[in-house]
């Protein structure tokens, strides 16, 4: 059983009480009239007793895919150096993650020819074809023809040269940051590898958010992928209103620093859990903005994959940004598709869940079901009761209710909204709304958007419904107390951790934004 639901169990046992009216709504109530958290709160926004908010954010995942043949157990990998097919002898060429590598033996090959290979695994470590000079200085290929047992140690790789100092660099060049360049002020989120600081640049007094991810925990070649991408991403959404933009990266031999935009309003998490259901209205104005971000990067060949409350954030005057990007998927033409199993579990489309190929249908779902959440105040797949029945607490009954479970629209909602999550909540891809021929339009004149002024909206020329209070820059009064009550500071480097970590994955990670650095220039 996953930790959330384990957590959710002790806490249902330890209130076995029926609901209280006032009783501080959740998203993820198990049905209309059931509460979590059976008391009062001292005051609106307030925690009730015994609650612990973290338990309701719940991260995005993936799950790896391994392929099995002939006892080989093959992950599709990335390889920073020259690599070469052990089946056919050609170079594996390709970005991203070009072939596929036995996590047992090590063998590497093409992933069109992992099906035909012959040799059975051995569990033994086998040195991969290679590169190596000839006297005059060419390469040729070569094969190592020793086989090396898996308890022995790898050859030590050459240490890479170390990254260069502001200091050092050229007149002229391209200004970096490092970590004394900021000011760490507060904490204000934490995920499952990495944590979000409020800083300021000491320069300019200007504010920004901090992604902090520590290197061991993203030295696996998938992850470092992941990496590699939330940082394009982030650098493509600076153009756009309603995405979260990218001021720098740098890194320390034991950290990865994303420094983005602060969006101080929240997320919709936040307000959602002291509001309940928000009105139409409201609720239609932020899905017109996701809509537009999402559409932003469909165009750009981008699959956002994470779209749920959490990582919708609003900003001072009331607009959306999305944030996280972790998850994305690069490089997706029309009509191209992925497999990869990924995603929040309440908000994986089912395309996902059947093992389908998939493109950017996914994300119109999710915006279903936040739009849903967002009207209805709980998730088309709650389940009533189920706390009473341990079976009903776990992911895999989840997929089977999304799946499977026919989604009730409530009877208090419009019909245009109820058109809408029907459109969005379509479990067939290609009649789903915004996967059919004309894509991205059939949302813009869909009835439920026929009041949205869109090229205004774009140009956030529309005033928002909601306007979150706010004292100053600084204030912090819609982050949850779980992250800003945390002390600020990053734990000493471990120089035995960081002896481990190959820093060559890393090359080229640093990064400064033209736009916001010319904006700084001026100040």
Request: hydrophobic share 35%; charged share 25%.
């Amino acid at each position: 059983m996953s930790t959330f639901w384990s957590e959710f169990l002790n806490i249902a046992a330890n209130h076995p009480f029926p609901p209280m009216p006032g009783d501080l709504w959740s998203p993820l109530d198990l049905g209309s009239n059931e509460f979590i958290f059976p008391n009062v709160p001292a005051a609106p926004g307030m925690p009730c007793a015994g609650e612990d908010r973290s338990i309701y954010r719940r991260g995005a995942r993936r799950w790896r895919k391994l392929y099995r043949v002939n006892g080989h157990i093959f992950q599709a990998k990335r390889f920073n150096r020259r690599a070469f097919c052990a089946f056919c002898q050609d170079r594996i060429w390709g970005l991203g993650r070009q072939g596929f590598k036995c996590i047992q033996c090590k063998l590497l090959v093409h992933k069109k020819c992992h099906k035909l290979v012959q040799k059975p695994c051995s569990n033994e470590h086998v040195d991969p074809v290679e590169i190596k000079d000839d006297a005059n200085g060419e390469s040729t290929l070569g094969r190592a023809s020793s086989v090396r047992s898996r308890a022995e140690p790898e050859p030590a790789l050459a240490e890479p040269p170390p990254a260069p100092r502001a200091d050092e660099l050229e007149p002229g060049s391209q200004r970096q940051y490092s970590l004394d360049d900021f000011e760490l002020i507060r904490v204000i989120g934490r995920g499952s590898y990495a944590k979000v600081l409020m800083v300021e640049l000491k320069r300019t007094k200007r504010v920004y958010a901090m992604k902090v991810i520590k290197k061991a925990l993203v030295t696996d070649d998938e992850d470092i992928d992941w990496v590699q991408t939330e940082k394009h991403v982030f650098e493509t959404a600076s153009n756009h209103p309603f995405l979260v933009g990218l001021h720098s990266c740098f890194q320390t031999p034991s950290r990865l620093f994303f420094v983005i935009e602060f969006v101080r309003g929240g997320d919709l998490m936040f307000h959602m859990q002291r509001q309940r259901r928000l009105p139409e209205e409201h609720a239609r104005f932020y899905a017109a903005e996701i809509s537009l971000a999402l559409h932003f990067l469909h165009d750009r060949g981008v699959i956002y994959r994470d779209l749920k409350l959490d990582n919708v954030l609003l900003d001072h005057e009331g607009h959306i940004k999305l944030t996280d990007y972790g998850m994305c998927k690069e490089g997706v033409r029309p009509g191209d598709t992925t497999s990869t199993f990924c995603g929040t579990p309440n908000y994986i489309a089912p395309e996902i869940l059947r093992g389908e190929e998939y493109g950017f249908s996914v994300d119109w779902w999710a915006l279903g079901v936040l739009t849903y959440e967002m009207l209805a105040g709980r998730s088309p797949f709650d389940i009533t009761h189920a706390h009473d029945n341990p079976d009903q607490n776990t992911e895999d009954y989840l997929f089977q209710v999304i799946l499977e479970k026919t989604i009730r629209i409530p009877r208090s909602l419009s019909v245009k909204a109820a058109s809408v999550l029907k459109g969005f909540l379509n479990k067939n891809p290609v009649e789903r709304l915004g996967c059919g021929e004309n894509g991205f339009m059939d949302i813009v004149s869909h009835p439920f958007f026929r009041s949205i002024e869109w090229e205004m909206l774009e140009q956030k020329q529309v005033v928002p419904p909601f306007k979150p209070r706010l004292e100053g820059e600084r204030d912090l009064a819609n982050f949850p107390p779980e992250f800003t009550d945390e002390p600020v500071h990053l734990t000493p480097d471990n120089d035995t951790v960081i002896a481990d970590i190959d820093q060559s994955e890393f090359e080229g990670f640093e990064y400064v934004n033209p736009l916001l650095m010319s904006l700084e220039d001026c100040v």
